[in-house]
């Protein structure tokens, strides 16, 4: 028997799941995940380009000589 309340409860709980989704959500429309696919990108592209500049600044590759950054070019002229 605590398997039949088990899988009524489940139902019913899927069942308001539903109804929620489909009265109480508000959908974005096609243009607002437009615009927030384009903020996402162009946050992410920032993102990336301030890390290789890190990257680049403090030489996380300096094994590569052509790539000690400016922190190793200073110890060089040092």
Same mark, same amino acid.
């Given at each position: 028997m605590l398997k039949t309340d088990n899988m009524s409860s489940f139902t019913e709980y899927l069942q308001a799941s539903v109804q929620e989704l489909?009265?109480? $959500?508000?959908?974005? +429309?096609?243009?607002?995940?437009?615009e927030s696919a384009v903020? $996402?990108? /162009?946050? +992410?592209?920032? #993102?990336?380009? #301030? $890390? +290789?500049?890190?990257?680049? $600044?403090?030489?996380?590759?300096?094994?590569?000589?052509?790539? +000690?950054? /400016?922190v190793g070019l200073i110890y060089q002229l040092l």
């Open positions: 489909q009265t109480k $959500v508000t959908w974005p +429309s096609w243009r607002e995940l437009q903020l $996402v990108f /162009v946050a +992410s592209l920032l #993102i990336a380009f #301030i $890390v +290789s500049a890190m990257d680049w $600044v403090f030489g996380v590759n300096a094994a590569d000589a052509l790539w +000690s950054g /400016v």
